[in-house]
């Protein structure tokens, strides 16, 4: 017998909302049960923040209904947290958190709790509100793009913390490592609705591409039959008979359903990248490099050399220089010792992580076209601004925006669209992958992965970085540095403890005082009782069979032409492979408890 899902703590039901003309949400279904720790997953555009924002209820959707569990707790860490008092303590407890769990939380992201609140970086802007959220022990967290700003070792706090929390978790994020470490079920936002996949992320590629797949069948079939009515409009309705009606409205309805299909289906980027001619085989060479700032040694004696067509990742804690190390690797900045050797007919983009290059108050065609005119000169060759624009997602009528409008996913769009024009043999991209969304992390990587000239990355992003560095240079904040061949994995295995040790969380809670010695317990039972003995052979059976079940299930869903043929099928597989999959953990954790409850016994006798 399967048993009651458990009942959610917060949820949607239908909610809708619109966006100006256009509507954002239609029909949006959404729960989550306790301790479920899941991802929210769309392009950037589709309403990931704002549906995090319903869930939070600090706005309101336009119809549906969002219901909440009676003393339901809700921790929101948005994308730009506004951080407020004195110090970074009277922020952590203005939410209700006892003091010694504000600062226990601050300790474990690394602040100070003394810190003013004011002149905070972006690293430590979202450590402090990521720790004002777990020291509220809430019953439900929700992150947006929690990870941005963070360096890795920060972001392996983060998991810790995630993991160590009771609280049911509802994370939106770009940071694919991230996400298959702590998540156990998918939401995927698009087309305006939610769908659900009870897996972690690490499956949730091979489910999209499933599900795209059979839609694409569904447009080609709906192509069809519009070929089969337009050939029967056109020879078969001459005298408008009644019984032709029908059938004339229903090719009305199918145009319709196809133009509402076209115009669902997201736009794609059509970034490039060229080189600006061969640079010399040695890009740069340094010897000795040592660096400080007053007392704050950022290298010492570090040297390392770059050819044409390396992929160069530095990766350290936020503030242990890798900014400075680049400087100084393309001759921006003087060592204290040692020296740079720069290569010959090196051409430089640069795209920083501040997004310093773009003035707020500039438009999207200033910033395309800073010498005035229609024209943007991509790679050598003239196009038009709006053409061009289209490329990396934006619309005709935000070319006239401020740049202070954009979202933080659209100002990097625009950053990459204006380096990507002029071509450069050396692209360093700092943070490159803040705000972006997966799809347009896919193609940046595809890009750069054919991109003939030399690449230095600074990125926190660990799957980004394994998949594109041949080489990695780790930052201690010390001024130790190391470069070793292969990426974020590579560096790992090869370094261990670098960086220092895992991170050490602290409880939500304080432990409970001990209570007084308890009088001698009586003797208990040496075994199992008959009906546990008799459950626990159940269970045993139960958790050998269900795995058959989900493998037919998971084998059935994994045909690509189901959704298109049954759709209705294509749901009842879903649930039912979810409900056993729920199934199964309950069996194995009722099973783990009555096995350990009789070996226990056994040791007693």
Not at 103 to 112: H, K, R, S, T, V
Not at 328 to 341: C, N, Q, R, T
Not at 513 to 530: D, E, G, H, R, T
Request: proline share 5%; net charge negative.
């Amino acid at each position: 017998m399967t048993p009651p899902m458990r009942a959610p703590v917060l949820a949607l039901k239908d909610v809708r909302l619109a966006d100006g003309p256009n509507m954002l949400f239609d029909g949006v279904d959404l729960a989550l049960e306790p301790r479920t720790r899941a991802c929210l997953v769309g392009r950037n555009g589709a309403g990931k923040s704002t549906l995090l924002k319903i869930l939070a209820g600090t706005i309101q959707g336009d119809a549906g209904e969002r219901t909440i569990s009676p003393g339901t707790t809700i921790a929101f860490v948005p994308q730009e947290p506004d951080i407020t008092g004195a110090t970074v303590l009277d922020y952590a407890v203005s939410g209700g958190a006892p003091a010694h769990q504000a600062e226990a939380a601050l300790q474990d992201f690394g602040i100070d709790p003394a810190k003013p609140a004011q002149g905070l970086s972006g690293g430590e802007t979202r450590r402090v509100a990521l720790a004002k959220a777990f020291a509220e022990d809430p019953d439900v967290i929700l992150l947006d793009e929690p990870t941005n700003h963070l360096d890795i070792l920060a972001i392996e706090v983060l998991e810790a913390e995630i993991a160590a929390s009771r609280a049911a978790a509802l994370i939106v994020s770009h940071d694919r490592a991230f996400l298959e470490r702590v998540t156990q079920r998918c939401f995927w936002l698009e087309h305006r609705q939610v769908r659900r996949l009870e897996q972690g992320f690490s499956a949730f590629d091979d489910w999209v591409e499933r599900i795209e797949a059979a839609e694409a069948e569904e447009a080609r079939r709906l192509d069809k039959a519009i070929e089969r009515e337009k050939h029967w409009l056109a020879r078969g309705v001459t005298a408008r008979r009644a019984r032709n009606e029908g059938r004339r409205r229903r090719l009305i309805a199918m145009r319709e359903a196809k133009t509402q299909w076209l115009k669902e289906q997201r736009g794609s980027l059509n970034m490039g990248l060229a080189s600006s001619g061969v640079s010399g085989q040695r890009v740069a060479e340094a010897k000795g490099l040592s660096k400080a700032f007053g007392e704050r040694v950022i290298l010492k004696g570090f040297s390392t050399r770059i050819l044409r067509g390396d992929r160069i990742a530095i990766v350290g804690p936020n503030g242990a220089g890798k900014s400075t190390l680049v400087k100084l690797l393309l001759g921006e900045l003087e060592p204290d010792a040692g020296e740079v050797k720069l290569g010959t007919n090196l051409t430089v983009s640069y795209i920083d992580q501040a997004r310093a290059a773009l003035s707020p108050e500039m438009t999207l065609k200033d910033v395309l076209t800073p010498q005035g005119g229609d024209q943007v000169m991509v790679r050598g060759t003239p196009k038009h601004v709006n053409a061009y624009a289209k490329d990396f997602l934006f619309k005709d009528s935000q070319l006239r925006q401020p740049v202070r409008s954009l979202s933080g996913g659209e100002r990097n769009r625009l950053l990459l669209a204006r380096a990507l024009a002029s071509p450069a043999n050396v692209l360093v991209l700092d943070e490159p992958t803040n705000d972006l969304d997966m799809d347009t992390l896919d193609l940046l990587e595809d890009m750069l992965a054919d991109y003939d000239g030399t690449l230095i990355l600074v990125s926190h992003d660990r799957d980004f970085v394994d998949r594109l560095a041949t080489s990695t240079i780790g930052l201690d904040g010390t001024g130790r540095a190391v470069e070793t061949p292969g990426g974020w994995q590579d560096f790992l295995s090869q370094n261990p403890g670098f960086f220092g040790g895992p991170p050490q969380i602290h409880a939500a809670k304080p432990a409970a005082p001990k209570a007084p010695a308890a009088p001698a317990a009586p003797k208990v039972a040496a075994k199992l009782s008959y009906k546990e003995q008799r459950r626990l052979a159940e269970l045993e059976t139960l958790i050998a069979d269900l795995p058959g079940k989900m493998a037919t299930l998971e084998t059935a869903l994994a045909d690509p032409g189901l959704y298109g043929r049954d759709p209705g099928a294509f749901d009842r597989f879903s649930r039912a492979l979810a409900a056993a999959k729920d199934q199964l953990s309950a069996a194995e954790e009722e099973w783990l408890e009555l096995e350990a409850r009789r070996e226990a016994l056994e040791a007693g006798r």
